[in-house]
Every structure is written in C-alpha cells, then in structure tokens.
C-alpha cells in the first residue's frame, strides 16, 4: 500500500538518548524541513520546464498538425519561446515564475495564471471537503476499533479495508453517480456553483467517492499506531494514575499516535490531488484536474506545464504542512 | 512507521506480549489472506487462460443485438456493439495483468539499483543530485506526472508503461535507499567486511537480497495502485484505445449507456475489483506474516 511511502519522512528516534542526535528546537527544525521543501520544490519546476521539452520532435509543430507552414510553426514557436537557446528559456521562465507567469495557453490565449486562478479553487475546495469527511470517519473509527475490545473486529477491520484499498475510484464515482444522480435524482449529476455554501451541493458526493478510496489506507495507519501505543509503558501509567475521559484519549491514546496519520494524510492529499483528475473528469467539476486532461487532449503545452507546477508545488506544500504538524503533535518525529 | 521506543522494546514484551494461543492464531490469519489472495489470483488467471481459448465467441467483433443482458447464451450479454462481454472481460486479464506487472517490474529493478547505488556511492554531488530529483518525481501525484508524459508520448498502453517507468522508480528508489543505508550498519555487513569479503560478495549476497526483499514486498502492494492507474487512463481515454478488450476501456465505453444496461460496467469493474483484492490480500497476509515474524 502507498502507506509505506512516508515512513521516509518520519524517522522514529530513540527516545533513551543513547547515540541519538542532539535534540531539535522546533523552530529549526521548521526552518531546515522548509529550506529543503524549497529546494525540492525549485526541482519541481525545472521538472515541469524539462517535460515539456522532451517531446519527441518539436511541440509548435506538433500542436500545429501536419499542415502547417513552416512560418507559423516559426511563429507559435517565438510564442511559446522556444526559439532561444535551451538555458536562457530556462531562464525567461523562472524569471516569468517569479513574476506569476506562467505562458499563455495555446487554445484560448487565456494566461495561464487566469487558468489557474479559475479552476484550482474548485479543486481546493473538493480536497477541503475529502479531508474533513475522512478525518470524522477515520479517527472515531480507527479509535472504537482499538480501544474495543472485540477479538474478531480488527480481523473484519483488515479484510474490509483490504478490499477498500483495492476499489477503482472511478468505478466507484460512476456507481454512485448513477445511483444518487439519476435513480435517487439527490445529486447534480454536472455543474458546480462557485459561492460557498452552495458548492458544497455539487461537492459531497464527489467527497463521498474520494473518501472510500481515502478512509481504508488512514484508518489502516491509524488503527496500526493506537495499537502500538496502547502497548506503550506511559497508556499503562495513565490508567493506574486514574486518568480517564478526554484527556485519557486524546494525551494518552490519539495524540501520540497521530503523527504517522498526519504525516500519510498529507501524502494521500498529494495521491488524491492526482486523482481528482478522474473524478472532476466524472462529476464534470470545473476543476483543474479536468482542465489538465483537456489541455493534454488539445496539446495545450503551455497550460500542462502549468498545472503540472501546480499540482507539484501543491504536493510539496502539503508534506511540508503535514510534516510540520505531525512534529508539534510529536516531539519524537524528527523532520528531516 | 512505528514510534514505539526501540530501547524499552524488549523488556516490555516480556509483560506485553499476547499469551501463545492469540500469537498462533494471528499468524494463521495472515496465512490465511494470503492463501485466498493467491486463490483468487490464480482462479483469475486460469479463467483469463481458458475463456478466451474456450469461448465461441471473438473478442473484438459483434456477435449479437446491442444491449442483450445477461443470459444463457450471452453470460455476461452483450456491450453497445454487440460484443460478447463475457469473452471480452476475461480476455482483458493477460492484458490488464501484463501492464501492470510491466509498469511495476521495471521501476522496481531500476529503483532498486538507483538506491543501492545512492546508498553505496562516496560522491557526494551525486547522491544529493539524484536524491533530489527522487524526491521532486515524488512531489508530483503518479497520475498527473503519467498524464504528463503521456501528453508527449502520445495515448496507449506503451506510453503508459513507459510513463510508469519514469515515474514510478523514483519511488522504490527512495525505499531502497534508506533500506540500504540501514542494512549498511548491520552486523552481518560488518562481519562479512571483516571476514575479508570482496565488495562485489557483499554487495551482491548480503545488502542486494536484504533490499530487494523490501521493495519486492511494496511492489506487491504497488500492483494494486498501479492496475488501478492503468485502468484509470484508459477510463480517462489515455491508455488502452476502445477496440482493445482492456478494463478501464471497457467501462469507459459503456459508461454513457449505464442507464440502459449495467452489465458491460460491472462486470469488467468487478473483475478489476477482483485483480485489486487479490493483490491485496497477499500483501496483507505477507505485511501480516512478517510482522508476527519480528514480534
């Protein structure tokens, strides 16, 4: 499973000080983890540059077709600014970066800011209401499932999240979309309404969908690190010193164990960016997940560069926030 | 993943550890898993075997009235064209299987060198090169990125290999290098050094196997995710071209007609389903049996 993945970023230390490194202030850490997510993101965009310029053959001619002359080939290509020396484009477009440009498309001469500026917000707002869906379900889930104790519920636990992690999203989000949208006729079946209380009626059974694909890997993840700190020394003293209530669950049990969840749930926000794709392709939400298979459908180089840049620095910016969150939750993740 | 203090581990268990008979039972569970999984990996791939060898019908030409729903004749019915979808959904398992096992074998063995490589190299401008360009393949979500190339590459099921192939490695990449860097500090690499080992003789009997097993072991849990991407871009129009009898293709073709007939969606999404859960009830049963190993 993708919950594999983080455990690069969250190293367990050893807490008994033997051979560990000096212990992080979390300031420094913050401000290291950041200058790395910088670097990586600064990679991002000379990827997104790169992808861009491998095309086999030449991209002016191949948005032009077969039967263009070689002057508007010319032409497109001083537009795109591919007629300069592959360094200086490089160049042009991080300095263009830095200003907020991105290119203008090649299907609408719409600036690709103005693209961005239109479509991410839906997405924005699609990944907002997932992640708030799943941690309501995920967390009392994963908790009821370890602190009950039932000998034959985390074996159903398993088998069910098992079959979970291998359902197809858009399999799913066509189903549902059938069901709700034309026998129930309770969802839109298209559309979207941009103010905000509103959208959330073109937004839920979208969430729905995400949020079947999303809740088996977390509350898998979760499940497995209550389970370890259950078995830790400090839950046992916490029940003989009496401690009880709220403050038994959520000092003793959930908060030592959310770090890893914390740390997988912006991973998965990074997964789930991606497959939006599919799901804004299915709900017909005017999103920029559908907007980036139009604009590869078009070769739309300009606006796939874009987006790309987009959806990676969103990605960076997700795990340096979770990475972030997970060590205020856990002094004991070392950010690196 | 787990933050359980290393140091106070093992005397812990001497009073945490379950009593015996719940230690057997867990490990017959994940035996258990991994029997069914196995089960249903082969039953899939004998039927992928045998329908299309045993089937009156060809896979790809129209051997009926449109829309006949399932029947004697017709198990599964018939799609939009009139194709036998029981035929079809069967004869997309090779494909489907391939593909996958495809995009998940080459980014496994190059990720598997890439990270040994980063793990044993003294250059140092090498390692943070390539370290950063893993961790920058890793920033994009696998789809966008495999979109992106299929963008240039053009649609089909070898773009999709192909973007997988550079996209994906960077993933067992990054396993495999900290998987290699604490294999490094074993005692059995020490003890194979100072019993005058060559390099090659370490590297190849003792850190190879101990990393590959690792990332062989993700690489079963990735053939989900990556069944999934490969039907999912044939979904999106990316992979597999209609004709072709490929999952993905299939329910995006019969998605418009949903509302008159069910059955060329469901069942090639419920043989998808079936590939997924099988793939997943190995790696369980495995990342269950190891874990009861190291407990």
């Known amino acids: 499973m993708a919950t594999d993945a983080p455990s690069a970023v969250t190293t367990p230390v050893s807490a008994d000080g033997q051979g560990g490194p000096r212990p992080q202030r979390t300031w420094e850490k913050v401000v290291r983890r950041s200058g790395r997510a910088l670097i990586v993101a600064f990679m991002v965009m000379c990827l997104a540059f790169l992808l861009i310029r491998l095309t086999p053959g030449d991209p002016a001619s191949a948005i032009l077709g077969e ?95 098992a079959i979970g992690l291998a359902l197809p999203g858009f399999l799913v989000a066509l189903l549902l979309l059938y069901q709700f949208g034309y026998v129930w006729a309770i969802a839109p079946i298209f559309g979207y309404d941009y103010n905000f209380p509103a959208n959330l009626a073109y937004l839920w059974l979208p969430s729905v969908v995400n949020c079947i694909v999303l809740v088996p890997v977390l509350s898998r993840v979760l499940y497995s690190s209550l389970v370890d700190t259950l078995d830790e020394e400090f839950v046992e003293t916490g029940i003989i010193r009496g401690v009880s209530g709220i403050r038994y669950f959520w000092f003793y049990v959930l908060r030592p164990s959310l770090a890893p969840t914390v740390v997988l749930l912006s991973y998965m926000m990074g997964v789930m960016v991606g497959s939006t794709v599919i799901i804004e392709f299915i709900f017909a939400l005017p999103g920029i997940g559908r907007e980036l298979v139009n604009a590869v459908l078009y070769r739309d180089y300009p606006v796939v560069q874009g987006i790309i840049l987009v959806f990676g620095v969103l990605v960076v910016f997700l795990s340096l926030l979770g990475d972030i969150i997970a060590s205020l939750l856990d002094p004991r993740v070392k950010l690196t | 993943m787990t933050l359980v203090n290393a140091g106070t581990a093992d005397w812990f268990d001497l009073e945490g550890a379950p009593p015996p008979r719940m230690q057997a039972k867990r490990r017959k569970d994940g035996t258990l898993g991994l029997i069914v999984g196995i089960g249903m990996l082969i039953a899939l791939l004998i039927m992928g075997l045998l329908v299309p060898m045993l089937s009156p019908y060809p896979a790809d030409t129209s051997v009926g009235e449109p829309f006949l729903p399932p029947s004697g004749t017709f198990w599964f019915g018939t799609d939009g064209l009139g194709r036998d979808v029981f035929t079809r959904t069967f004869t997309a398992v090779y494909l489907d299987l391939g593909v996958a096992l495809l995009g998940v074998l080459i980014p496994l063995t190059l990720g598997t060198i890439i990270g040994i490589g980063l793990a044993v190299t003294k250059s140092r401008a090498v390692n943070g090169i390539i370290s950063t360009l893993i961790d920058a393949i890793n920033a994009f979500p696998l789809l966008v990125l495999a979109i992106a190339l299929i963008a240039l590459l053009g649609p089909g099921l070898q773009s999709v290999i192909f973007a997988l192939a550079l996209t994906n490695w960077a993933r067992y990449a ?63 129009g990316l992979g597999a071209q209609p004709p072709t009898a490929e999952w993905g293709a299939m329910i995006s073709e019969g998605r418009s007609q949903l509302q008159i007939a069910w059955w060329p969606v469901m069942f090639p999404g419920a043989l998808l389903l079936w590939a997924g859960v099988a793939f997943s009830f190995i790696a369980e049963g495995i990342s269950q049996r190891e874990r009861d190993v190291k407990s």
């Not at chain 1, 010319?74 to 042009?92: C, E, F, I, S």
């Not at chain 2, 495999?176 to 860097?181: I, L, M, P, Q, S």
């Open chain 2, 174 to 236: 990054r396993l495999a290098r900290t998987r290699a860097v604490v294999v490094n500090q074993q005692g059995y690499i020490e003890a194979a050094k100072t019993l005058g080992y060559s390099k090659s003789r370490t590297l190849f009997k003792h850190l190879v196997p101990n990393v590959s097993s690792e990332t062989t072991a993700y690489g079963l849990s990735d053939m989900i995710l990556v069944i999934l991407l490969i039907s999912g871009l044939s979904f999106l």
């Open chain 1, 67 to 161: 039967s263009a002359t070689p002057e508007s080939v010319a032409l497109l290509k001083a537009q795109l600014g591919l007629d300069v020396d592959p360094l200086t484009q490089l160049r042009n477009y991080v300095v263009g970066i830095t200003q907020g440009d991105l290119g203008t498309s090649t299907l609408t001469s719409m600036p690709v800011t103005e693209v961005v500026k239109t479509f991410l917000p839906v997405t924005l707002w699609l990944i907002l209401v997932t992640v708030l869906m799943t941690i309501i379900i995920s967390i009392p889930l994963a908790l009821a499932i370890a602190v009950v104790r039932i000998p034959s519920l985390p074996y159903i636990f398993r088998t069910v999240t």
